[in-house]
């Protein structure tokens, strides 16, 4: 161990604050990217897990409708 | 089919190369010609940044002696990338692109070509008018001289490096500010070399070393920007 | 040879063998990356002349290394891309471009939080700094174009391209940023260059180092699994897997 | 039988994840007219672009005189004349310059043998107009004049008939099947009524055989 007791750990002769903010932003950082990724596979898992029940229930397979071109009358 | 079905006579008359690309140059210059309130732009626009120094920081003469080289270079920067938006969107929209894509010549050397044309009707002017600024932020005549020296070698290699962001942004929506940020970065070692070259000269220094190497990058991006240019051009034109 | 090639270029080969190593490159990365840390937060002796602020360099300079190196992978895939399109190596610069540019962010970060202390100014305009910089900008050109594109192959191979001209332009950025430097000012103190180094200090952060290359392995073999279930939407492996996982 | 100038195999495209058409076998013979229908959306012009050497993202083979286009990719381009949607006339240029332009690159040609060809579109007296005055239909013309000059056998024309008033059409049929006799190919897309005596027809499917698999 370099320091004598906890307080000189986390003081480090005054330049505690820089080098405590640095580890912590890292770690959070570091942190925040694995999150966002995890977060991002849920979501794209949702996404497909949806299309493919949507395929499944024969939604599309039904061919688009044609195109009427017929005027619509807001009542 | 029968025996004497029709043979196709396929095209025997080549056309040079060179011609090719001066055809290139040509046709972008005389349209330019056409449009010239286009070709006035870039310059006013370098004008006005510059006048901004003056009046936003300090009038005086010595603040002036030592950021000129800077302010100049940056305007001159900051206007090619203002003109590289239009090097391919006309062409794109109008579908002369896909027609010189589709000549029968190596597309790297007509990229090349519109680089030239660019750099004859935006950096060239740029270089021409530098010396007024110069002298209206009270620089002095032999940094002047470097100035435009340095400006006459580093524009070219502004105007081949930005084609190529012209390239990846076209068609793209908000291509122009795209396109400023992916060349920005890729501008700064001209932007470092240009500007250090003049401070050298305003010092003394002799700045020949300075110049050969501004020279070699000149070389290089005359080298390797057509090829990627041209890479670029097909990726955007075959996902138009 | 080509067969072979195109196995291993498989997205269905990748996400198995991507699946098995994962565990591995997580444990060990963040056993590693856990030990040089606290090692040099606590057990390497204090520097003579920085006093304990240079502790930072245990994070600094895994970080500016990862940043780095992440780019010239990127760029070794953007070739792939390009000559064999291979989708792999789309995916991967999809998927760790990002990263990188948050890595470059953190060496940032931690170079100026280090120069308080060290020069009693956040932010100096020092080479290695300054080349960070433009590193994050070259990462957010990257990002911003690929994002720009919206046809998957075609933001591919564009984003390659960039990358590319990026890589060839970074030494010659590294370079000029450092002439530069010495024009304006001439170098007096330089971060992390240190003449000598004892043990006590190169090993914890050899240790990061390593470890956090393996954890960004891991990260990376994710992202690219995220990504391959989001474009191979239509082949029957991802139908099956997506539901499995549903339930 | 003739060998085909153009061929294609087992052609597939793939667009924001949707297939476009897979499978798909073009073979374009010297004396063809070959016109490829679908509905708005199928990929008639992603096909064509295809074709034409426009647009790389598919997969399959695609043959010119039966070695892979892209070994012989000048030799295949100098035998292809393509006019797209947007035909490549510069608006601040007259029909005459453009044509000049458009021609230069290949084949150059005296300025009297392309007033010639921008007469026999029926530009008699707009040669040096810029061709921003014009409207789209004689626009369209000053492409097409490219037609008249042609020494190229392949010619592929999307949205030929665009903006062709009906005696324009009526010139337009008869170059396209006199440039067939004379052992050129064409193929184009059009949503005009055309049925030109051998003409064949390619139908491309809206969505095709894609989904499941």
């Known amino acids: 161990m370099a320091f004598d007791s906890l307080s000189a750990f986390l003081t480090m002769e005054g330049h505690g604050s820089y080098v405590w903010v640095c580890y912590c932003v890292f770690v959070l950082l570091l942190t925040a990217l694995a999150l966002w990724s995890r977060s991002r596979r849920h979501a794209v898992l949702r996404e497909q897990r949806r299309l493919l029940e949507l395929e499944e229930s024969g939604t599309r397979e039904q061919a688009p409708a044609a195109a009427t071109f017929s005027r619509i009358h807001p009542s | 089919m029968t025996s004497n079905a029709p043979r196709a006579v396929l095209a025997d008359h080549n056309v040079s190369v060179g011609r090719a690309m001066w055809a290139v140059v040509r046709r972008d210059l005389r349209s330019s010609f056409r449009q010239r309130q286009d070709l006035l732009n870039p310059l006013l626009f370098f004008f006005m940044v510059v006048t901004l120094f003056p009046l936003g920081v300090s009038p005086e003469v010595s603040f002036l002696q030592q950021a000129g080289t800077g302010i100049l270079w940056v305007a001159a920067l900051l206007s090619t990338l203002l003109s590289l938006d239009h090097l391919y969107r006309h062409d794109f929209d109008d579908g002369t692109l896909e027609q010189m894509v589709l000549q029968p010549h190596p597309l790297f050397l007509l990229v090349l070509a519109k680089s030239l044309a660019h750099w004859l009707l935006t950096g060239l002017p740029l270089v021409i008018l530098a010396p007024v600024l110069g002298i209206m932020l009270h620089l002095e005549g032999n940094s002047i001289a470097v100035l435009c020296l340095t400006l006459l070698i580093g524009t070219p290699v502004l105007s081949l490096i930005g084609a190529i962001g012209a390239a990846l942004t076209l068609g793209l929506r908000a291509g122009g500010v795209l396109l400023s940020l992916l060349i920005i970065p890729l501008y700064i070692p001209v932007l470092i070399f240009g500007t250090g070259t003049v401070a050298a000269a305003t010092e003394g220094a002799a700045v020949e070393g300075y110049l050969a190497l501004m020279a070699a990058f000149l070389v290089l991006a005359l080298t390797l920007a057509p090829f990627a240019g041209a890479a670029a051009l097909r990726i955007s034109l075959s996902n138009s | ?247 | 039988m003739t060998e085909p100038l153009l061929q294609a195999v087992d052609l597939q495209c793939e667009r924001d994840n949707r297939i476009l058409f897979q499978g798909l076998g073009v073979s374009i013979a010297p004396g063809s007219i070959t016109r490829v229908e679908g509905p708005n959306g199928a990929g008639k012009t992603t096909l064509l672009r295809i074709l034409a050497g426009l647009n790389d993202s598919y997969t399959g083979d695609i043959r010119w005189l039966g070695a892979p286009r892209h070994h012989q990719l000048e030799q295949f381009l100098r035998n292809l004349l393509y006019i797209g949607h947007r035909p490549g006339i510069k608006p601040l240029l007259t029909p005459l310059e453009n044509l000049r332009a458009l021609t230069a690159v290949r084949r150059p040609l005296a300025d009297a043998t392309l007033r010639q060809a921008l007469d026999g579109t029926g530009l008699h007296g707009y040669h040096d107009v810029p061709c921003r005055q014009l409207s789209a239909g004689q626009q369209r013309r000053v492409a097409l004049a490219r037609l008249l000059i042609s020494d190229e056998p392949l010619w592929i024309l999307d949205e030929a008939f665009t903006a062709l008033d009906s005696h324009g059409v009526e010139g337009l049929e008869q170059l396209l099947v006199q440039h067939a006799e004379q052992g050129g190919a064409v193929l184009v897309t059009t949503h005009h009524h055309l049925d030109l005596p051998g003409m064949i027809r390619l139908r491309l499917g809206r969505g095709g055989h894609n989904d499941d698999q």
């Open chain 3, 1 to 247: 040879m080509w067969t072979l090639f195109h196995k291993f270029g498989s997205p269905k080969w990748f996400f198995g063998i991507a699946g098995r190593l994962m565990p591995w490159l997580l444990a060990l990365g963040l056993g590693l990356l856990v030990a040089g840390l606290v090692w040099g937060l606590a057990f390497a002796p204090k520097d003579y002349l920085q006093g304990n602020s240079y502790r930072i360099i245990f994070i600094h300079v895994p970080s500016a290394f990862l940043a780095q190196s992440v780019y010239l992978m990127m760029a070794v895939a953007a070739v792939v891309t390009l000559v064999w399109r291979m989708k792999l190596a789309d995916l991967f610069v999809q998927a760790v471009a990002p990263v990188g540019a948050v890595l470059t962010f953190l060496a940032l970060f931690t170079g100026a939080v280090w120069g308080k202390p060290t020069w009693g100014t956040w932010w100096i305009w020092d080479a290695r700094l300054t080349s960070m910089l433009i590193l994050l900008f070259l990462y957010f050109g990257a990002i911003v174009l690929g994002s720009a594109i919206s046809d998957e192959k075609a933001s591919a191979r564009a984003v390659a391209v960039l990358i590319l001209v990026g890589v060839v332009n970074i030494p010659i950025i590294k370079y000029s940023v450092e002439w530069w430097n010495t024009l304006h000012q001439p170098a007096t103190f330089k971060l992390t260059e240190k003449p000598s180094m004892p043990p006590e200090m190169w090993v914890p952060l050899l240790l990061s180092v390593l470890g956090l290359y393996l954890w960004f392995g891991w990260l990376a073999c994710y992202r690219m699994q995220t990504e391959i279930l989001r474009r191979e939407r239509r082949t029957r492996w991802v139908r099956e897997l997506v539901r499995a996982e549903g339930h």
